[in-house]
């Protein structure tokens, strides 16, 4: 597959690694679907326990109704908040991060959902949630994806259901890989895309290549007007 190039239409590989998706941006410029980074051992957001952020927000203001976690890879964020008693959805494109996040639930006698979907299609479910998590997929997204994202998130978010994006922000040192700025965010998530940002707080994001401190992030509070 390296070296390979992937074109904008998927399909044009000898075997279609995406599944007939039209591929991210992220895996045109790897050259790679989003599932190879699961094939050698944990890549290096997936950490091995939930985001101290989730944690400490779904503890402190408490997760409510049904919940999507967008892009949730090997399922520890969906864990958690499952395990509080909440019926979670997680979604990804890499089915090997789902098959982990599947043998996690079955070890741990979590009961949760997973599935294969694509979050700029996210209408394709047919359900609605109140509330959606984002742990460092909006990040991976640029121009016009973005566009798509955000309204395939409104389109399975309740009115006056909750978005939390947890991002690699600009700010301070060692940023993370495709930081974001608070505008950027402001930018995608508006008036006019069916949100209203309540909050952009700076926070951290725990990766397997920064010390304990992690990198610089946002956690932001995103409402569906
Ligand atoms: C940086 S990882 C974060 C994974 C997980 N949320 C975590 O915190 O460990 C981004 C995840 O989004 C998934 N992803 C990327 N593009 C996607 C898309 N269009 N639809 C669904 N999932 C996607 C990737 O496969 C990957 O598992």
Same mark, same amino acid.
């Given at each position: 597959?390296?070296?390979?190039?992937?074109?904008?239409?998927?399909?044009? $590989?000898?075997?279609?690694?995406?599944? +007939? &998706? =039209?591929?991210?941006?992220?895996? &045109? $410029?790897?050259?790679?679907?989003?599932?190879? #980074?699961?094939?050698?051992?944990?890549?290096?957001?997936?950490?091995?326990?939930?985001?101290?952020? %989730?944690?400490?927000?779904? #503890?402190?203001?408490?997760?409510?109704?049904? /919940?999507?976690?967008?892009?949730?890879?090997?399922?520890?964020?969906?864990?958690?908040?499952?395990?509080?008693? $909440?019926?979670?959805? +997680? /979604?990804?494109?890499?089915?090997?991060?789902?098959?982990?996040?599947?043998?996690?639930?079955?070890?741990?006698?979590?009961?949760?959902?997973?599935?294969?979907?694509? *979050?700029?299609?996210?209408?394709?479910?047919?359900?609605?949630?109140?509330?959606?998590?984002?742990?460092?997929?909006? =990040?991976?997204?640029?121009?016009?994806? &973005?566009?798509?994202?955000?309204? #395939?998130? *409104? !389109?399975?978010?309740?009115?006056?259901?909750?978005?939390?994006?947890?991002?690699? !922000?600009?700010? +301070?040192?060692?940023?993370?890989?495709?930081?974001? !700025?608070?505008?950027?965010?402001?930018?995608?998530?508006?008036?006019? !895309?069916?949100?209203?940002?309540?909050? %952009?707080?700076?926070?951290?994001?725990?990766?397997?290549?920064?010390?304990?401190?992690?990198?610089?992030?946002?956690?932001?509070?995103?409402?569906?007007?």
């Amino acid at each position: 597959m390296e070296g390979k190039k992937v074109s904008e239409r998927s399909g044009t $590989l000898d075997d279609d690694p995406f599944s +007939g &998706r =039209h591929p991210t941006s992220h895996e &045109r $410029l790897t050259g790679k679907p989003w599932d190879a #980074s699961y094939h050698d051992g944990a890549p290096p957001w997936d950490i091995g326990r939930p985001q101290p952020a %989730i944690v400490r927000v779904a #503890s402190k203001v408490g997760f409510a109704g049904a /919940v999507l976690d967008a892009g949730c890879g090997t399922g520890e964020n969906a864990l958690h908040v499952a395990s509080m008693g $909440l019926p979670v959805l +997680g /979604v990804d494109v890499a089915e090997t991060a789902l098959a982990i996040a599947r043998q996690k639930a079955a070890d741990r006698g979590i009961d949760v959902e997973f599935a294969a979907a694509d *979050a700029v299609h996210l209408d394709r479910l047919e359900r609605k949630f109140e509330t959606v998590l984002d742990c460092g997929l909006f =990040h991976t997204f640029d121009g016009d994806e &973005r566009t798509r994202y955000v309204a #395939s998130l *409104a !389109s399975v978010t309740e009115h006056d259901g909750t978005l939390y994006v947890l991002c690699f !922000s600009d700010e +301070g040192d060692d940023t993370g890989p495709h930081p974001v !700025s608070r505008q950027e965010l402001r930018a995608a998530f508006n008036p006019a !895309s069916g949100w209203t940002v309540a909050a %952009i707080e700076p926070d951290r994001v725990q990766t397997r290549y920064h010390d304990d401190t992690g990198a610089p992030a946002w956690f932001a509070t995103i409402k569906r007007s």
